[in-house]
């Protein structure tokens, strides 16, 4: 198992997306975000059941960065609850992982 998790979130718009995946990226709290339109989120809210058209927003970055992560999604998103799940990145390719690694803010960093 490798220290890197991928982070998923939702957002509403095209906007919203790039601009948290702008925002992780500027402050080296994510190696890389893809953002993916079209999804159908399907879910209960307040006792109804939901149906919407989002955007899907996989954040690549390490379990050290989670909690620091975790803070600025949860203050930058518009939702009042946002989606925020972090699944761990068992194996990969060592080279990409490398260069995830060289995009993350370090211990150094933070000092």
Same mark, same amino acid.
Request: charged share 25%.
């Given at each position: 198992?490798?220290?890197?998790?991928?982070?998923?979130?939702?957002?509403?718009?095209?906007?919203?997306?790039?601009?948290?995946?702008?925002?992780?990226?500027?402050?080296?709290?994510?190696?890389?975000?893809?953002?993916?339109?079209?999804?159908? %989120?399907?879910?209960?809210?307040?006792?109804?059941?939901?149906?919407?058209?989002?955007?899907?927003?996989?954040?690549?970055?390490?379990?050290?960065?989670?909690?620091?992560?975790?803070?600025?999604?949860?203050?930058?998103?518009?939702?009042?609850?946002?989606?925020?799940?972090?699944?761990?990145?068992?194996?990969? %390719?060592?080279?990409?992982?490398?260069?995830?690694?060289?995009?993350?803010?370090?211990?150094?960093?933070?000092?």
């Amino acid at each position: 198992m490798t220290d890197k998790i991928v982070v998923l979130s939702t957002v509403e718009t095209a906007e919203q997306a790039r601009a948290l995946a702008l925002l992780l990226i500027e402050r080296r709290l994510a190696g890389c975000v893809n953002i993916v339109s079209g999804v159908t %989120s399907v879910y209960s809210w307040k006792g109804a059941t939901e149906q919407t058209g989002e955007f899907l927003v996989i954040i690549k970055t390490s379990r050290e960065l989670f909690a620091e992560l975790r803070s600025v999604v949860e203050s930058a998103h518009p939702y009042e609850l946002p989606e925020l799940i972090a699944l761990p990145i068992e194996d990969g %390719s060592e080279r990409y992982l490398g260069w995830l690694a060289g995009g993350l803010k370090s211990r150094e960093d933070a000092r």
